[in-house]
């Protein structure tokens, strides 16, 4: 979590030496901010070193308690200040808030020139401590290694050894059995220390337990292993909100998946992780662990709110079973806590939420998507903001927001929102997720009202969620480097919509939703698919890049269907109402050269006619509403087939595919 800090408090220096950035005056602070950026960028390439060279947890743990204690303490003051600047009244006060701040950056150099220091002082005596054992024990050491040699049982050893680094997807248990003093432990210790082995997993464990032992001490001992996990897992968070300030990631998901640190519990149509879990067990031991490092805090009704444990909290978890009446205590004596937290989930529903939130005035992250209250007025005045998931009514202003990253609105109303002008200058955006009936405003009216001479174009969006809009061909021009794209509410403006997204090369994820909704006049929500002309689809309406198409009431014909087969990366298909006509037939020239998993809905064509060679690598056909025909054997035929699955279709149907998989 010392590293996360570290780019944490990086990434807003970082911000604040872009070219266009406006929030300080430049010419006051910028030689300050470079100076403070270059300390930090230093303590964390120490700390990257040290955490490679070392493998004793508690010296790491030692470590990286002292640097995220100064880091977060300086992130705190950095952008407390950087508040007062941004909600400064007047120049007097901003002139005294900037002020403040250039004040504030001399504190923070001064305390990292200090914790630099005491850490190299640290390192040296423990390296230096470690050359002088090293050389006291060098021979000792050699002899060791020397009657370890397994006499006659390389075999063996080869043996397990190629079973434990094997990949599987199972826990793999092996055991070592025979007569005493055969070597039984030698071996085992052997295999233990081989560097392949720690080549292949990042934590190991020797435990040694007699015919009577104690179970529960035997756990504790497994649980002080465990204790390392948390800070294996905390190196994620940050990771999820921005990119490592030199371009790295942090940690690959599959990587803790293949350690059976994390278990997959559902997986995307192209077979990626979609939600993971940990067990209670090791949940509960990280949720401890985060506690008393003060990273993360779960806070629920078996914990005492008003105890020591809860002040100075980085993150906040709020579950559903909260007492909301030991929250008020926190509010009123927990001053410590509201000031500093810099994450805040809330899972319950309480109605004095909207009360609560403003207390946390330097929050990063605020997730209250469950919570259906309109935090649009909250949401203005959280000027550190990187990630926001909430419910509106009324539409937020966005100017102070400097350096929101991820935006989750849904709009809880039936009235139309439009988003304000500003969203146009937000540069820092990737991630955009409007709900329905919440609309992006014209681009080329936030155009003229900038300062800016240059276009105004989100380079680093790369999620967009759009409800249809009549300036879209407009905004998909200027979100060029767009990566996943759903766009909602399409109906006649469809083929102007279709010519734009060509132009997206980088686009790999598309949903097309047309369908609508309106209240009747009893007042019942309805919602419908629009009855679409018949599309006359080209092969230049999609972008090569694309690898996952979802299509719900586009009414495509079947005889266009076969432009999809010319997209040379598509893996994914999914349609719902998205396909129309009585002839489903593809010649055998049509090839889906890397289609995987195919899902159809209510698409139930008269005639269906396909051949396996049309799908050579489909692993997954999902079906569901077809009431006629039978499948094709042809795709009995598909050596790659995993899965058929049926879902509210005909008796034909079924047997179709009982006799495909009998055969």
């Keep these: ?98 002020k403040s701040f250039y004040e504030e950056l001399l504190e923070v150099e001064k305390e990292v020139y200090l914790l630099s220091k005491e850490l190299m002082l640290i390192e040296f005596n423990k390296h230096g401590s470690k050359s002088a054992e090293l050389a006291r024990t060098s021979s000792l050491g050699k002899r060791i290694v020397k009657e370890n040699i397994v006499v006659g049982m390389k075999d063996d050893f080869n043996t397990i050894l190629d079973r434990l680094i094997a990949q599987t997807d199972e826990l793999t248990v092996l055991s070592i059995v025979g007569m005493g003093s055969m070597g039984k432990s030698t071996l085992a210790r052997k295999i233990y220390e081989d560097s392949t082995i720690h080549n292949r997993f990042d934590k190991h464990a020797w435990l040694t337990i007699s015919e009577e032992f104690n179970e529960r001490h035997v756990l504790l ?34 990587e803790l998946i293949d350690r059976n640190l ?122 550190h903001l990187r990630y926001v998931a909430a419910n509106i009514e009324e539409v937020p202003s966005l100017a102070k927001l400097w350096n929101l990253q991820t935006i989750i609105l849904h709009n809880s109303t039936t009235r139309d929102l439009h988003l304000p002008q500003e969203i146009w200058t937000m540069s820092e955006i990737r991630h955009l997720k409007i709900g329905w009936k919440i609309h992006m405003p014209n681009p080329l009216e936030s155009e003229s009202r900038s300062i800016e001479e240059q276009p105004l174009i989100l380079n680093n969006l790369q999620t967009l969620d759009l409800f249809s809009s009549p300036f879209v061909e407009e905004i998909l021009r200027r979100t060029p480097n767009l990566n996943k794209l759903k766009i909602r509410g399409v109906s006649s403006e469809l083929s102007d919509f279709m010519i734009r997204i060509f132009l997206l090369e980088c686009l790999e994820t598309l949903h097309i939703y047309a369908s609508g909704s309106h209240v009747n006049d009893k007042g019942k929500f309805i919602l419908y698919y629009f009855s679409l002309a018949p599309i006359d689809l080209q092969r230049k309406f999609f972008p090569r890049n694309l ?55 209510y698409e139930c064509p008269e005639r269906w006619e396909i051949a396996s060679d049309n799908f050579p690598m489909l692993e997954q056909l999902v079906l569901q509403g077809f009431t006629k025909l039978e499948i094709p054997t042809g795709i009995g035929d598909i050596s790659t087939l995993k899965l058929i699955q049926l879902k509210y279709c005909g008796s034909s149907i079924e047997t179709s595919a009982m006799k495909i998989q009998q055969e």
Aim: glycine residues 4%.
């Design 221 to 254: 001992e497994l649980a002080l292993f465990y204790t390392s996990l948390v800070h294996f897992l905390g190196w994620i968070h940050y990771a999820l909100i921005h990119v490592h300030p030199r371009g790295r990631t942090c940690i690959n998901l599959d």
């Design 547 to 601: 690898k996952q198409l979802r299509l719900e009431g586009t009414n495509i014909s079947w005889e266009e269907m076969v432009v999809l087969a010319n997209l040379p990366n598509l893996e994914v298909l999914k349609a719902h109402f998205g396909f129309y006509g009585t002839d489903w037939i593809l010649n055998e020239d049509v090839v889906f050269q890397k289609l995987k998993y195919l899902r159809l809905e």
């Design 262 to 383: 994390i278990l997959t519990s559902r997986r995307r149509a192209n077979g990626r992780v979609r939600t993971c879990k940990i067990h209670d067990l090791l949940r509960q031991l990280c949720i401890r662990e985060a506690q008393i490092e003060n990273s993360v805090h779960v806070l629920n009704a078996n914990y005492c709110i008003s105890s020591e444990g809860i002040h100075y909290q980085q993150r906040l978890t709020l579950p559903v079973n909260i007492n909301w009446y030991e929250f008020d205590y926190l509010l009123e004596h927990g001053s410590g806590t509201t000031s500093t937290t810099s994450s805040l989930v809330v899972m319950s529903n309480p109605s004095e939420t909207c009360v609560y939130i403003p207390h946390f005035n330097l929050l990063n992250v605020l997730d209250v998507s469950s919570i259906y209250q309109d935090f649009s007025r909250v949401i203005s005045e959280l000027v």
């Design 1 to 98: 979590m010392a590293y996360a800090a570290l780019s944490s408090l990086m990434h807003t220096l970082e911000q604040l030496l872009q070219p266009n950035q406006c929030l300080v005056c430049r010419n006051c602070t910028e030689q300050r901010v470079t100076s403070a950026y270059q300390s930090l960028l230093a303590l964390q390439v120490f700390l990257e070193d040290t955490i490679k060279e070392t493998n004793d947890v508690e010296t790491l743990k030692a470590l990286e308690k002292r640097i995220k204690r100064v880091v977060y303490r300086a992130e705190d003051r950095v952008d407390s200040s950087l508040r007062d600047i941004i909600l400064a009244g007047g120049m007097k006060n901003y002139e005294r808030a900037c």
